[in-house]
Nanobody, 115 residues
Framework: QVQLVESGGGLVQPGGSLRLSCTVSGRIVGIVSMGWYRQAPGEQRALVARIMNSGNAIYADSVKGRFTISRDNARNTVDLQMNSLKPEETAVYYC?????????WGQGTQVSVSL
């Protein structure tokens, strides 16, 4: 049984930093990428960053230079370091595993950026 468990969300002031971590358990065949999406209230879920099997990382334009995604294949984890956070980045952040077939998703972790 596959499980994705996120951690590291919380409340942070504008300009602050958070590090999200996602641990994947269970056997997954055909992984293509791992990464993070976010969904703010009333908005569609949107890509934040993904990292391919090659190690190539892809970022949403709005987070380039501030967020860094990393992946540890031995530990089956994917992390997202978020710096210089903005209030408009308040959202639920979801870890995902992209594969040949249906993707797997975590339950999400809330990130709130506010004074």
């Amino acid at each position: 049984q596959v499980q994705l468990v996120e951690s590291g969300g919380g409340l942070v002031q504008p300009g602050g930093s958070l590090r999200l971590s996602c641990t994947v358990s269970g056997r997954i065949v055909g992984i293509v990428s791992m990464g993070w999406y976010r969904q703010a209230p009333g908005e569609q879920r949107a890509l934040v960053a993904r990292i391919m099997n090659s190690g190539n990382a892809i970022y949403a334009d709005s987070v380039k230079g501030r967020f860094t995604i990393s992946r540890d294949n031995a530990r089956n984890t994917v992390d997202l370091q978020m710096n210089s956070l903005k209030p408009e980045e308040t959202a639920v952040y979801y870890c995902y595993v992209g594969r040949v077939g249906p993707d797997y998703w975590g339950q999400g972790t809330q990130v709130s950026v506010s004074l």
